[in-house]
């Protein structure tokens, strides 16, 4: 017999969500025991948590803090596939946050949306990038590269003022069911369009 796990990465995209946008988010059916670090560098960008034995809630700070450094590693470091979330935070933490993905070339391809959103970011190398902030997000018409990518650029789009156009937006269903379902009821305004 065995159960299936909840998903920490779609958790920790969700809390990191929470605290970007500077909401009291709760996610259900999720473990903190598979998310110790993630929940320690969102403590260290200012963050706090209601945690039960089957839910963490994000407390959010007014005052987001740059963490100065977010490294992705292998387990049990902080995992590569919520580091583009993280990049997304950085980018409304006051200072400057080093954003490293140790395992992986070409996972910052996200940073193109961003920036085009007004996000202050300088690319290092293909494993680096520096983000400074806060920075006042705008809403544009920009591309998802890939799955994690896309993520993190509905958390730009949520926190950016205007409207957002998330083109290629399909490669999300891959790692989060019915994204835009789940947040219209916690209140975002967001909705799903076909391309004509």
Do not use: C, W
Not at 11 to 26: E, H, N, P, Y
Not at 134 to 155: E, H, Q, V
Request: aromatic share 6%; glycine share 8%; net charge positive.
């Amino acid at each position: 017999q065995h159960e299936l796990i909840p998903d920490p990465v779609e958790a920790a995209t969700f809390l990191i969500m929470g605290v970007a946008t500077k909401s009291r988010i709760k996610v259900k059916n999720t473990r903190a025991e598979h998310l110790d670090l993630v929940l320690e560098k969102l403590k260290e960008f200012g963050a706090d948590f209601k945690i039960g034995k089957s839910h963490i809630e994000v407390i959010p700070s007014e005052k987001i803090e740059a963490a100065g450094k977010v490294e992705a590693r292998t387990y049990p470091g902080i995992p590569t596939d919520v580091q583009a979330p993280f990049g997304v935070l950085a980018t409304q933490a006051e200072g400057k946050t080093l954003i490293y993905d140790t395992l992986y070339e070409g996972r910052l391809n996200y940073v193109q949306g961003i920036k085009k959103m007004g996000a202050k970011t300088q690319i290092i190398d293909v494993h680096q990038m520096l983000v400074e902030g806060p920075t006042k997000l705008k809403g544009r018409t920009i591309n998802s590269y890939d799955l994690r990518a896309g993520a993190s650029l509905i958390i730009a789009a949520l926190v950016a003022e205007g409207k957002t156009v998330i083109n290629d937006i399909y490669q999300v269903d891959r790692g989060y069911e019915r994204i835009e379902e789940r947040l219209q009821k916690i209140g975002a305004n967001i909705k799903r369009v076909s391309k004509t």
